[in-house]
């Protein structure tokens, strides 16, 4: 069971005494039972892409700036 989350009693509508038990999230909605199940082949790729571009359009700011600064640096004795 996830932080935050509780059991809660559903009494079926049929009258009879048989209990199911439902995960109840912080929001009080039902949590749906988790899945395991790999990837599609598409899914991965996507994934991917979409990690890798987030991650360029992040890091490629910093990268050039850090070139900048690298080009400019003065090297003792050759300035």
Known sequence: RSAGS???E???AE???SIALDVVGRGGAAKA???DR???FWEAMVCGAVSRSTAQT???PA???KTILQSKR???GKG
């Open 10 to 12: 559903n009494n079926s």
């Open 33 to 35: 039972p988790p899945t």
């Open 38 to 40: 790999r990837l599609q």
């Open 58 to 60: 992040i890091m490629h």
């Open 15 to 17: 009258g009879d005494n």
């Open 63 to 65: 990268n050039t700036m």
């Open 6 to 8: 509780s059991i809660v």
């Open 74 to 76: 003065v090297v003792p």
